[in-house]
């Protein structure tokens, strides 16, 4: 394409990029679909549903782009533009305030900045036009994905500005004055250091350490917290939640897996805060911070299976970048929203997309960053008309801050209940053995130095009933039952249910009246599918 010599070029969109896109998503939306029909503990439901939604749309996108394919998408003359998916007719060249680029994910977005008054006599056509008209959005930019199109994107660049250039010097002074009467205020902006988000980091790093020196549990590595250790700290699951335990939703956030876990998270929230703190201040940052942790810790409980023990503050970190995506239409379309939208969906694209998993068996958490970003999303709408262009901040600042200041009262008043739950959870063995046939067999000399172990206790009642010794197991097993602060320590597994599902076949035979007043309290309990299986063998529930 020669387009310095053209009069008339016509650019179309690059089909191969766009084939290979189709067939990724297609094959990512059948990956969705076997994860919906075949859910398991570490994806569960609700992720086969994100990933079916969201590449579902992908897919439906690429199609319709590769349809449209056979159509040009851009083109250009010496006196104007026009693209028919994103305007309904020709734009002049003198129309354009601005030509720059920029690059997001390493793809280069070429903008046209409109002034003012051609902005609102344009007529804009396909999704953007409704999404417009939905909103009251009137956005002045024209933005082309360059890589989406069949052309070098420097050639087209420096094709639109020297037509921009030209189209300026023709106009006539009365058409430049109106030009720059039109031109919008510049917002008032106040930039302070991202002192939340520092001091934030600080204090997750010192919880972090107090989860590894204080852990009543082996840690899996030197870096890395046992589930248990995570359970008795504050980890949120739904089944912990169910059990009146709700304090969990504002303790989780603050807590981490591991060291990379929360590495991930200090270095995006130090990034949030170069952001969004700098422009907002630290009370509207830290109250969008707290509601995303909050909305995040809810979905995780809500969509992922009752016993998965959810932990990390990528919910309130999530809303940080989607508020920031949001808020960025404050401003006028250029480089400083450029910059905000693009340091925001580097972060949240791959955060919302169902990628790799963590080590060391811990699972990133995808409902928990679907709800922060949901819970951001809202807290980004609602920034918007707080923030007139007259204002350096927000006004109201002393909301967010009263309930950011509710959030960690709340959190650091639960924390009062951690200690208790260390005590118990010293009452159990270290290093139990997680195999069951060499738990059996190594009860005995568990129970001698760990005797109110239920794992134990349930364990050698095995043992005894399977040598014989059905008296002695029932003895053992019943005094399991009595123990109850052993058996509501944070993270037994549904032991009281196993205890009594074993001591109910210990004396079916010759009491089954006793064994149905022994199971009864758990036959219409939540379990786990073993389980419910091995209730329902008993044919002691109703």
Excluded at 209 to 222: I, K, S, Y
Aim: charged fraction near 15%; proline fraction near 7%.
């Amino acid at each position: 394409m020669t387009a310095e010599h053209s009069t008339h070029v016509e650019i179309r969109r690059a089909t191969k990029k766009l084939l290979l896109i189709f067939v990724g998503s297609l094959l990512f939306t059948a990956g969705g679909v076997f994860m919906t029909l075949h859910p398991d503990e570490r994806h569960g439901l609700a992720a086969g549903v994100l990933v079916l939604a969201f590449f579902g749309l992908c897919t439906l996108v690429a199609l319709w782009q590769l349809i449209q394919a056979r159509k040009p998408a851009f083109i250009l003359t010496d006196r104007d533009f026009s693209s028919p998916s994103i305007v309904s007719g020709p734009v002049s060249w003198g129309d354009v305030q601005n030509v720059y680029m920029s690059v997001a994910n390493n793809q280069k977005l070429l903008h046209l900045t409109l002034y003012p008054v051609a902005a609102d006599r344009l007529e804009r056509a396909g999704f953007l036009a409704w999404l417009g008209g939905l909103f009251g959005w009137r956005s002045r930019e024209i933005v082309f994905p360059l890589s989406m199109l069949d052309v070098e994107p420097d050639k087209l660049a420096m094709f639109v500005a020297t037509r921009v250039e030209e189209a300026k010097a023709q106009q006539t002074p009365e058409a430049a004055a109106l030009a720059r009467e039109s031109a919008p205020v510049e917002p008032k902006v106040e930039r302070v250091a991202p002192y939340f988000a520092i001091a934030l980091s600080i204090v997750l790093a010192a919880i972090f350490a107090c989860e590894l020196g204080f852990a009543p549990f082996p840690a899996t590595d030197a870096i890395t917290p046992a589930v248990g250790t995570l359970v008795v700290m504050g980890g949120s699951s739904l089944a912990a939640v169910r059990d009146g335990e709700w304090w969990r939703l504002f303790t989780a956030p603050l807590l981490h897996g591991g060291l990379f876990h929360l590495l991930l998270n200090v270095v995006a929230l130090i990034a949030a805060g170069s952001q969004l703190e700098r422009l907002v201040g630290a009370a509207w940052f830290a109250g969008v911070f707290c509601v995303g942790a909050l909305a995040g810790s809810t979905a995780s409980v809500f969509f992922n299976p009752p016993d998965i023990v959810g932990v990390g503050a990528s919910g309130g970190v999530v809303a940080l970048f989607a508020a920031t995506a949001v808020a960025s239409y404050r401003f006028p379309p250029g480089p400083e929203r450029n910059n905000l939208l693009t340091g925001s969906f580097q972060i949240l694209l791959p955060s919302l997309l169902p990628l790799v998993s963590i080590s060391h068996g811990a699972h990133i958490d995808y409902a928990a960053h679907f709800g922060g970003a949901a819970a951001g999303l809202l807290c980004g709408l609602a920034l918007l008309p707080l923030w007139p262009v007259d204002r350096p901040r927000p006004r109201f600042g002393k909301f967010p801050a009263a309930l950011a200041a509710a959030f960690f009262v709340v959190a650091l008043g639960s924390a009062a209940l951690i200690p208790p739950r260390l005590a118990q959870a010293r009452l159990l063995a270290p290093d139990f053995p997680l195999d069951w046939d060499k738990a059996r067999a190594d009860s005995a000399a568990i129970l001698a130095r760990y005797p109110r172990d239920p794992r134990a206790r349930l364990a050698h009642g095995a043992w005894l009933a399977d040598h014989g010794s059905r008296a002695e197991a029932e003895k053992e097993l019943r005094d399991a039952l009595a123990d109850a602060q052993a058996l509501n320590i944070p993270g037994m597994n549904h032991m009281e249910s196993r205890i009594r599902l074993l001591l109910a076949m210990l004396i079916r035979k010759e009491r089954p009246e006793e064994a149905r007043n022994v199971v009864a309290p758990i036959c219409a309990s939540a379990l786990p599918d073993f389980l419910v299986k091995y209730r329902n063998s008993t044919g002691l529930c109703p």
